[in-house]
């Protein structure tokens, strides 16, 4: 069946987090010090990198407070807004051949769109510094972070079977699993803090994997030859 949508997600899918998330963590760390976290921005960079890499899906902010104290929503707060709506950046790093495919794709012939969650500001800021607004028919910024209804909201407005759309996301237990359970076509694309994580269930394992953008092009011929 050929594919008729695209939708792709944007962190750790069109472009590398990592370089930024050192960055935010930093500027993050540095105001919750200033606002009372009981340790230096060294001790507490330190620890909440080892929180990430135990757990990922941990809440980060919460932990490391809770670690130094004092034990205060208002330094959990300043430091999540930091680091998902605030933070200061002037560079950005795409995905390898992330013009490339998007120009491959760019016609009448495939709808693509972008959904991703987070805050609008930060979101959007991406989007520029990427060059890839205009790419897109439709650009979904959820600050609810609820993919699992914008992805059924879409389908139902789109006006083709489940099985013409494909999503491509780096999160098996996020998007890629709500738009399986729907009967989309999932595409994991294999980059950043949750590259690793391992299927739970057959709904958590994606139709293809893939390392770089480029091979989301021999996957829409495939499908295109089924």
Known sequence: MRIKVVIFDLDNTLHD????????????????????????????LRKIKEIIKKDPKKNKFKEV?????????????????????DMEFDKIYPAENLKEVLDKLDGPNIKLMLLTSGFAKLQNKKIDMLKIRDYFSEIIIDESRDKEDDLGKLLSGLGVEPGEVMVVGDRIDKELKFAKELGMITTQMK????????????DEK???VITDLIEVIKILENEGRK
């Open 17 to 44: 987090v990592e370089p930024l998330t050192e960055i935010g963590l930093k500027q993050a760390i540095e105001r919750m010090v200033e606002n009372g976290l009981r340790c230096s921005v060294e001790e507490g």
């Open 65 to 85: 407070v809770e670690f130094f104290g004092p034990n205060k929503e208002e330094i959990v707060e300043t430091g999540r807004l930091i680091y998902y709506r």
């Open 191 to 202: 980059m950043g803090k949750f590259k690793d994580l391992k299927p739970r269930g057959e």
């Open 206 to 208: 994606p139709d293809y």
